[in-house]
C-alpha cells in the first residue's frame, strides 16, 4: 500500500556529493522527522567517503547518524533489498548531482543511490530528485530532460541558482520540499517545476 501523506512515510534519503548543499540535506532531513516521516539515509560512495572543505566524511557520517538514529545505507549490497523488501514509500535524492543523474538516466547502477533508485522505481513507487549541479543547463540537460519523461520520477522546484556567475548551475528550491515530497507519495508532480 503506497503511503499518501509524510506523517508516518517510510523515507529513503539519497544524500550524493554535492558537498555545498549537504546541509541543506541535513535541514531537510530534520523537517521531514518533524513532520512525522521515519529517515533512512543512503550516501553515495562519494558522499559517505569524501572529505571537503564543506565538511569531512567523519563528521557526514556523524551527523547523519545523530540525526537520524539509523546507520546509513552505503553500499550497493545493503540498497539492493530496496526492490524485494519494499521498505520506503518514497525515495528522495537530495541533492542530486549530475554525475547521479547522468546515472539514473542512462540506467547505470553502480553506487548506493542509483542502486536504490533502480530498486524502488522496479516497485512502481516514487522517487524524487532535487538537483544541485552547475551543469544542469548544459551536459546534464539532456538527463533531465529524459527523467522529466520517466514515470514515478518527480522533481523537486529547481531555478538557477546564480545566473550571472554559473548561468549554467540548478539548485533545488528550499522550500518546496516538503510539498514535492508530500505530492511525490501522492504519485504527483508538484507544479510549477521551475520556481524561484
Ligand atoms: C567540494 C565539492 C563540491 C561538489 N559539488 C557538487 C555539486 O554541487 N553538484 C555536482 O553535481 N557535483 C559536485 N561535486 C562533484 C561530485 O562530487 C562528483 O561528480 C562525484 O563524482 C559525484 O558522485 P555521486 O553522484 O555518486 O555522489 C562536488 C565535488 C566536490 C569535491
Request: glycine fraction near 6%; hydrophobic fraction near 45%; include cysteine.
Amino acid at each position: 500500500m503506497i503511503r499518501m501523506e509524510i506523517c508516518g512515510a517510510q523515507i529513503g534519503f539519497a544524500i550524493t556529493g554535492s558537498f555545498c548543499t549537504i546541509e541543506k540535506a541535513f535541514r531537510q532531513i530534520q523537517n521531514l522527522m518533524d513532520a512525522g516521516a521515519v529517515v533512512c539515509p543512503i550516501l553515495s560512495f562519494h558522499a559517505a567517503a569524501m572529505d571537503t572543505r564543506f565538511i569531512t566524511a567523519e563528521d557526514l557520517n556523524r551527523r547523519l547518524g545523530e540525526l537520524t538514529g539509523r546507520s546509513a545505507i552505503k553500499s550497493i549490497a545493503e540498497a539492493e533489498p530496496i526492490g524485494p523488501k519494499k521498505p520506503f514509500d518514497l525515495v528522495m535524492v537530495l541533492p542530486c548531482t549530475g554525475n547521479t543523474t547522468a546515472k539514473i538516466a542512462s540506467g547505470i547502477t553502480d553506487t548506493p543511490v542509483a542502486m536504490a533508485v533502480k530498486a524502488q522505481l522496479r516497485n512502481e513507487r516514487p522517487v524524487l530528485i532535487a538537483l544541485s549541479t552547475n551543469d544542469g543547463l548544459s551536459a546534464n540537460a539532456k538527463n533531465i530532460g529524459a527523467l522529466l519523461n520517466v514515470k514515478h520520477i518527480y522533481f523537486a522546484p529547481f531555478y538557477q541558482d546564480d545566473p550571472v556567475q554559473k548561468p549554467r548551475s540548478l539548485l533545488f528550491h528550499d522550500e518546496m520540499i516538503l510539498p514535492a515530497a508530500r505530492e511525490a507519495l501522492c504519485g504527483r508532480q508538484i507544479q510549477p517545476v521551475l520556481h524561484r
